[in-house]
């Protein structure tokens, strides 16, 4: 079970964690990252797929930008998912997502997923 204090960790919780050690073009460094997993995983599993969210805007296909009423600011990178170890990573609970970026950020996950 994934747990931040009392929280299961659910799809779009923002969560800022600790992404060192990295390789190649990963990001890393304490940054934050959305939850991409969905709850009924997340109680099982000890990891969650997270996708990491940097200030750094380059306007590519893969990038959703949050919503300026936001606490973090910046665009979730899709196309850099990953499986991490929250308590491993240090992770700790920022707020919840708007249901209209989660539903973005799936439809932009989509496609990298599906058979073409």
Do not use: H
Not at 102 to 111: C, K, W
Request: hydrophobic fraction near 40%; glycine fraction near 6%.
């Amino acid at each position: 079970m994934v747990k931040i204090g009392d929280r299961i960790l659910e799809r779009g919780d923002i969560i800022q964690l600790e992404l060192n050690p990295r390789t190649g073009s990963d990001r890393a460094g304490d940054r934050p990252g959305m939850i991409i997993s969905p709850l009924a995983y997340n109680r099982i599993s000890k990891i969650v797929l997270v996708c990491p969210i940097t200030s750094r805007k380059k306007g590519w296909p893969f990038e959703v930008e949050l919503p300026v009423q936001m606490q973090t600011y910046g665009v979730v990178l899709v196309d850099q998912l990953r499986a991490v170890d929250c308590s491993a990573r240090k992770a700790v609970f920022v707020e919840k997502a708007p249901p209209e970026l989660i539903d973005e950020v799936l439809a932009r996950l989509e496609p990298l997923l599906t058979r073409c």
